[in-house]
């Protein structure tokens, strides 16, 4: 059985995740000017999130479309699922990944969905960021809990044709993308090392 993103709900949607085990957290908190673009996104990010996705009365089928635009606006999804793949990807054929991505989003978002139905007054304060790299920014915070310590997250986020979006989450040092790689592996290698068993066990997560 497929970890579905394990970590932290944010949108904390999706992934994403998670990622890869992409659940982020649930957030947010004002908007801070003073923080970098990078780290400015993040912060809008579980801000949009709050206002969209937390609501008692949402239904499912709209919580879930709101979490597929969210993901889909903020989150490099095939980035992050060619990752998650891992070597996997080159044996893949053309249809093998195209249905993957799709399973992989659709897996991202049923997650997410559920995670902010259950979500219970978290806020994601977010401190600031550095490069890594030519591209990438490492966006530090953390979530605020009611009753427990906070939990630190990194976002890393990429600067890709024209605009900014994250491709990992790392968990108080675990990131979510090896760990959704890690997962996705095991469940190949089980199913007697083929795409076609990850794909099965998709499609039953789906139902």
């Not at 591209?135 to 953390?142: A, E, G, H, L, Y």
Request: hydrophobic share 40%; net charge positive; glycine share 8%.
């Amino acid at each position: 059985m497929i970890k579905a993103f394990s970590g932290y709900s944010l949108f904390v949607a999706a992934f994403c995740a998670a990622l890869f085990s992409f659940t982020l957290t649930a957030p947010a908190i004002a908007a801070d000017t003073s923080l970098s673009p990078s780290a400015q996104f993040v912060q809008n990010l579980g801000n949009t999130a709050l206002m969209s996705l937390t609501g008692k009365n949402i239904n499912r089928k709209t919580r879930e479309a709101r979490v597929r635009d969210i993901l889909q606006k903020n989150f490099d999804v095939q980035a992050i699922g060619k990752f998650a793949l891992g070597t996997y990807w080159r044996d893949a054929s053309e249809t093998q990944r195209k249905e993957y991505m799709g399973l992989f989003e659709d897996m991202i978002v049923q997650t997410y969905t559920t995670r902010f139905e259950d979500y219970s007054g978290q806020q994601l304060k977010v401190t600031g960021s550095t490069p890594s790299g030519s591209t990438d920014f490492i966006v530090d915070s953390q979530v605020i809990q009611k009753d427990g310590p906070p939990v630190n997250l990194q976002w890393r986020v990429r600067s890709k044709d024209g605009g900014l979006h994250i491709v990992d989450v790392v968990v108080e040092g675990v990131s979510m993308s090896i760990t959704q790689r890690s997962d996705f592996s095991s469940v190949i290698q089980n199913g007697g090392g083929t795409v076609d068993a990850l794909l099965s066990s998709l499609r039953a997560r789906k139902g």
